[in-house]
Every structure is written in C-alpha cells, then in structure tokens.
C-alpha cells in the first residue's frame, strides 16, 4: 500500500492546478478519494461531524446487496442444469452464474461511470458516489440473458436523462436503476416482458441443449397455469427462474434488515410497501373474480420483484418522500399499485418497477400536501392558544 501511495503521490501534482492534466483532476479526485481517504480537514468554526458520509452510505448499500446477488448467481446455474437434466454441486451452479453475471457488472459500471466522468469533467464537479449501487442494481434487476449492449445503451440513457439533466447525484426525479430498467422494457420488449428468459450456453463434457427458455412464475401466473408454481419454500428461499436480484425473499428480507438497523433505508417505507401490497392483495383474495385475484397474499409477496423493490427501490432516499408521514403514504400506494397491476395488466406481471416509478413523481407532491396539513394544524393549534389566553 506504501509503493501504491507513493505512486499517488508523485503523479498528483500532474492534475493539480498549472498541471498538465488538470483539466481532468475531478477524475483524477474520484479515483483517489475512492483508493484513500480525502486529506481535507476542518481548522475552524462549527461543523456538523457524522461517522456517516456518502461513500460509507454507498459501501453499506452494497454490503446489503450481497445476499440477493449470490443467491441469484447460484440460482442462474442451478435453473440451467435443472432444466437440462443435471444435478449440479452448489459450486458448480455458482460458477456458471459468476460466468454469466461478470460480464454485466463490469459493462454496467463502464457506461455508466463513463458518463458520470465526462460530465464531472465538462461542468467542473466532483464524481459523486451514487452509481456504485446504481451500477449493481442495474445488473440485478434484469434477467441473465439480457445483451451487454443492452445494458450500456440503458445505463448511458438512465444516467444522462434520468440524472445528469438535473444537475447529478441528490438532483434526480426518478430512480436511475429502474429508468434503465424501464428503457430496455419500452424499448426491447421481448427481453423484459416477463414471460421466458432463455440460456444459450453449451458446456463441455455435457450432452446440452444450445438454449433454455423458463417461463418465470410471474408468467405462469398471467397464463392461468397456477399448479405449475414453484413451491413456497422454492419461492422463498430463490430456487425459481426470475431476474439475477429478484428471486430470493430470504436473501433481500437479509439485506433489508441490515439497512433497516444501519438506518440506511428508511423502515417506513419498506413496511408501508408491505402493508399497501397485503391490503390490495387481501382485497383481490375476497373479489375472486379470476384465478389472477385469488393468488394467496404471501404468494404475491415474494412472486418476483415486490420484496427487491420495497427494500431497495423504493427507499431510494433522493426519489422517494421525504417527511415521515408522506413516506408511510408513499410506501403504501407503491404496495398497493404493484398488486394493482400485476392484477389488472397481464401485459406488465411485475407491476413494481412502474408502481415505483410513478410514485417518485408524486413524492414530492405527497411531502407537500403532508407539510400544509401540519401548518394548518399548528396555526390552528396557535389560534385556539390565542383564544384561551
């Protein structure tokens, strides 16, 4: 670590100011905060300390997102074998997975990083740390076949439009991992829609099939084929064909726990987005008029991406409501739309991603209707003061 500070040292003055990268020292500062921790201290006047800053924010999400992604890694392998008719060992599911998922990671933080560079580098800023779980969210919300193009193409598009625009990280409307999300599922349509996700994989030594498709549960469900669902416990644990993130309800519930007690995610919202579903659901369940209406609440609970985006999607802390009663309000129409549609629009049997997504657009409308509410009160608490006095 001394040879690699050393190094740091004797190339930093080369983008300082006067250097002969200077033009490129927010790139050069992105690299180097990241490796060591920034040398800036405080000489004076009062200044608000905390243990926690954004980069600690950022590591704490990604440590939470570590269950759901090495379950889903070994769910992608074990899903192949299965359907070709082989018994695979945990580590042999493992690596076929980490085959596949790599490739993505690495091209999801490449485009999206690229751009974050070049903006920083146009307008003068610092790199922020918000798409190092941006870049990783990316990956884990969409199935394991999707082309790499596919997810540069969405990444560069969610970061410009969906962030950029707006003057970067803390300035967005929406959540930049569903907008990617959301621009491969408007835009390529057969790779998102929910009904099969396919491996195109031989492996030596095997007598396999070029390709496998799997109807996910979700679709299974759109189709009325309801006694070909995985079991609960398959469900529950992510032993089922889904996208890379989204199959495990232990696996996130693990993940949501740990940014509940960091206090990283808000819990408000996270339980709000249970309530809101179990109540649509249970209102579904009495309706009963198709075999849609009458899944069972649990089922819809831990059927495809509901658990992942109560936990990480919705609790996104720039896109969702901000004061403590809008984030119950908040939470609980996201729960109650994704059911909503699932039900309603076979044609979007996931219904959370757009659940959410209109939701952020409200957010802001829901905390300002929240603040006026809490004025009037106290100006109608201050006026019946008044009166007593």
Known sequence: ????????????????????????????????????????????????????????????????????MLVGIWNIGQQYYQ???????????????????????????????????????IHDKEVNEGFLVTGLLVVLILPPTVPLWMIAAANIFAVMIGKEVFGGTGMNVVNPALLSRAFILFGYPAYLSGEIYTYTKVQEGHQLVDGYSGATPLSLVAEGQMESLPSDINMFIGNMPGVIGETSFA???????????????????????????????????????????????????????????????????????????????????????????????????????????????FAPLIDHYVIEANIRRRMKRLKLNKQKL
Not at 95 to 103: A, C, D, E, M, S
């Open 251 to 361: 696996a996130i519930m693990l993940g949501g726990l740990f940014l509940a007690i960091t206090g990283v995610a808000s819990l408000r919202i996270m339980l709000s987005v249970f309530i809101g579903g179990i109540f649509m659901a249970g209102l579904f369940n009495i309706i009963a008029l198709n075999e849609y209406m009458t899944i069972p609440i649990h089922q819809h609970l831990i059927l495809g991406g509901f658990a992942f985006g109560a936990v990480y999607m919705a609790t996104d802390p720039v896109s969702s409501a901000q004061t403590n009663t809008g984030k119950y309000i908040y939470g609980f129409l996201i729960g109650l739309l994704t059911i909503l549609i699932r039900v309603l629009n076979p044609g979007f049997p996931g219904g959370v991603m757009l659940a959410i997504l209109l939701m952020n657009v």
């Open 1 to 68: 670590m001394r040879f690699i500070k050393n190094l740091r040292n004797r190339i930093r003055p080369h983008f300082g100011d006067g250097g002969k990268y200077s033009r490129f020292h927010r790139a050069w500062e992105a690299f180097d905060t990241f490796l060591f921790v920034p040398e800036n201290t405080t000489f004076k006047g009062s200044h608000i300390r905390d243990a926690i800053d954004l980069k600690r924010t950022m590591v704490y999400v990604i440590i939470s997102l570590i269950p759901p």
């Open 83 to 121: 359907a070709v008719g082989i018994d695979p060992s945990i580590q042999e599911a493992f690596y076929f997975g980490l085959i596949l998922i790599l490739p993505m990671i690495v091209v999801s933080y490449a485009s999206g990083l690229l751009i974050e560079f070049i903006f920083a580098i």
